[in-house]
C-alpha cells in the first residue's frame, strides 16, 4: 500500500504497546497533560540516539580501519535501535524531571518508567518486524527451518537465519517478564533497568547469528556486543551500589534525630 516496513511496523508497535501503557499510567492516577509533548520529544529522542549510535558505529569502523572519517561515511550511517531505546527513555525521564520541578502536575517517575520498562520491549519486539520486511539486520547464511529467503536487487538470493523474528521473540518473552513483575508488585522503580539487563543479555547473544555487516564487527566482536557489556557494566555497579547503600547502618545524625522525634509529646 506504499507504506515501507519500517513506517508500517512502527506505527503498529505504538497501537500495541504505547496505548496500553497510556492506559495503565491514567489508572495508577498519573497525571498526563503534558504526555503528548513528552511523547513526541521522546520520539526525537529515540530518532536523535538511533542516529547518533549510527554515527558511532561508522567512527569505531574507521578507527578499525585506520582511515580518516568521511562525509560519506556519516551519509551511509544506519539508524541503531540501543541508540533509539536509550534516547527515547533518556528524553523521557528527562522531561518528568522538568515536569516534576517546573509544573504543578502530579506524577511519579518510578511508576511510569516502570510502565515503560513493560511496554517498549512490546513496541521493541513488533518494530522489529520491520528489519524482516525491509531486508535489514539479516542472519547468517542458514537453509534450515524458518530459513529467511531474500531476492536481492542484483539478481542474486540470500538464504538467512531467522535472527529478527528470534529477537523479537526474546523481546516478547521480556515484555511477559515484565509484566508478570508489574503486576505482582515486585521490584517496583527497578523493572526498566531490568529490561535493560535482559535485553542487552540477549542482544549480546544473538550478535553472533548476525550476517550483516553494517552493524560494525571489529576482532569478531560487534558494535551492538560492545554496548551490551558495558550496559551489563553499568547496571551492575548500580545493582551493587544500591545493595550496599540499603545494607549500610543509619547515620548515627539520623538515629539521634528519629529517637529525638519519637520521644516529643
Known amino acids: 500500500m506504499g507504506v515501507t516496513p519500517y513506517y508500517f511496523f512502527a506505527g503498529l508497535a505504538m497501537l500495541i504497546a504505547m496505548i496500553p501503557a497510556v492506559v495503565v499510567m491514567l489508572k495508577k492516577g498519573e497525571d498526563l497533560r503534558w504526555f503528548g509533548w513528552q511523547f513526541l520529544f521522546s520520539l526525537f529522542g529515540l530518532l536523535l540516539g538511533g542516529r547518533f549510535f549510527g554515527f558511532l558505529v561508522e567512527v569505531f569502523n574507521c578507527l578499525y580501519e585506520g582511515r580518516g572519517l568521511t562525509l560519506t561515511d556519516v551519509g551511509h550511517s544506519a539508524f541503531v535501535a540501543y541508540g533509539g531505546i536509550f534516547g527515547f527513555l533518556l528524553v523521557y525521564f528527562l522531561s518528568l524531571r522538568w515536569l516534576e520541578k517546573h509544573r504543578d502536575t502530579f506524577l511519579r517517575k518510578d511508576v511510569q518508567m516502570d510502565v515503560l520498562g513493560v511496554f517498549v520491549p512490546l513496541f521493541h519486539g513488533t518494530a522489529r518486524f520491520s528489519c524482516l520486511f525491509a531486508g535489514c539486520c539479516y542472519g547468517v547464511e542458514y537453509d534450515g527451518p524458518l530459513m529467511v529467503h531474500y531476492f536481492l536487487q542484483d539478481g542474486g538470493e540470500r538464504f538467512c537465519f531467522p535472527v529478527q523474528i528470534l529477537e523479537a521473540g526474546c523481546l516478547f ?89 519519637e520521644n516529643q509529646p
Open 173 to 261: 518473552l521480556i515484555f511477559l517478564g515484565m509484566l508478570v513483575l508489574y503486576v505482582r508488585g515486585k521490584h517496583p522503580g527497578e523493572l526498566v533497568f531490568r529490561y535493560l539487563g535482559c535485553y542487552a543479555v540477549c542482544r549480546f547473544l544473538i550478535e553472533f547469528l548476525r550476517g550483516d555487516e553494517v552493524r560494525g564487527l571489529y576482532f569478531g566482536v560487534s558494535f551492538s556486543q560492545i554496548v551490551s557489556a558495558v550496559l551489563l557494566l553499568i547496571l551492575a555497579i548500580r545493582w551493587f551500589r544500591k545493595k550496599r547503600r540499603a545494607g549500610s547502618p543509619e547515620p548515627e545524625s539520623a538515629q539521634t534525630a528519629e529517637k529525638w522525634a
